[in-house]
């Protein structure tokens, strides 16, 4: 079946270093993949999406590049930000799965001033 | 912005009782979901909808039961509550871009 696996965290950088947080994935068909975040005390927003093989999701300078051959999805961000301390999930989207989604189990980030 | 809301957002109560956690969505979307997050962060799907009148059981196993009668509301029932039931409850909605819309999530305690 499908499946996504992340990174164990908690990771913990201080601002301004280099981000990356590894996701790889196992899917029967052709998935959608996500980066969603969940900010303490709310519910999870999408963060960036790539739907096709080498397509590179970026938003908020956060990016992510669809690697098929290497079944892969990492989370990179040149330089963080205290208020990038959150939870971040690895997801992927099969249409051969009835279009549900398949979470990672999260990686916590810390980012310390 | 995505319009999706849960109430209440945090619950505590008592050992079984009846509860209903609300999602409502304005989007017109006619997926929607919710989720169990354990205190480890990780999401378990533990039912579904793919519109009105569809339900379906997710990967976890629930007590809880769902409704659709409405395209915009899923709301979530425990019939009895019972300590194992402390979570957070999310609730999603899906477009046809495959992407999915959180709502806040309720904090359920049961004492």
């Known amino acids: 079946g499908n499946s996504v696996t992340q990174m164990e965290g908690p990771v913990t950088l201080s601002e301004e270093a280099f981000l990356t947080i590894n996701c790889t994935y196992t899917?029967?068909?052709?998935?959608?993949l996500f980066w969603y975040v969940q900010y303490p005390g709310e519910g999870l927003q999408l963060l960036l999406k790539?739907?096709?093989?080498?397509d590179k999701g970026s938003n908020k300078g956060f990016e992510a590049t669809y690697r098929k051959e290497t079944t892969s999805f990492h989370l990179e961000k040149g330089s963080v930000q205290v208020s990038d301390s959150a939870v971040y999930f690895c997801?992927?989207?099969?249409?051969?799965?009835?279009?549900?989604?398949?979470f990672g189990p999260g990686t916590r980030l810390s980012v310390l001033p | 912005e995505a319009d999706i809301y849960q109430t209440p957002r945090y619950l505590v109560i008592g050992t079984g009782k009846k509860i209903t956690l609300e999602c409502s969505q304005t989007?017109?979307?006619?997926?929607m979901y919710w989720y169990q997050q354990d205190p480890g962060m990780e999401l378990h799907l533990i039912h579904y909808?793919?519109?009105?009148?569809?339900?379906e059981k997710g990967d976890l196993s629930s007590e809880s039961t769902v409704s659709r009668i409405r395209t915009e509301h899923f709301p979530l029932t425990l019939e009895s509550a019972r300590p194992s039931h402390t979570s957070q409850y999310l609730c999603?909605?899906?477009?046809?871009?495959?992407?999915?819309?959180f709502g806040p999530g309720t904090r359920l305690t049961v004492t």
């Open positions: 899917a029967t068909g052709y998935p959608s």
């Open positions: 790539a739907t096709k093989a080498d």
């Open positions: 997801a992927l989207s099969d249409q051969n799965y009835g279009q549900n989604f398949v």
């Open positions: 909808s793919y519109g009105v009148n569809s339900t």
């Open positions: 989007m017109g979307h006619d997926k």
């Open positions: 999603a909605s899906r477009d046809t871009s495959y992407e999915q819309y």
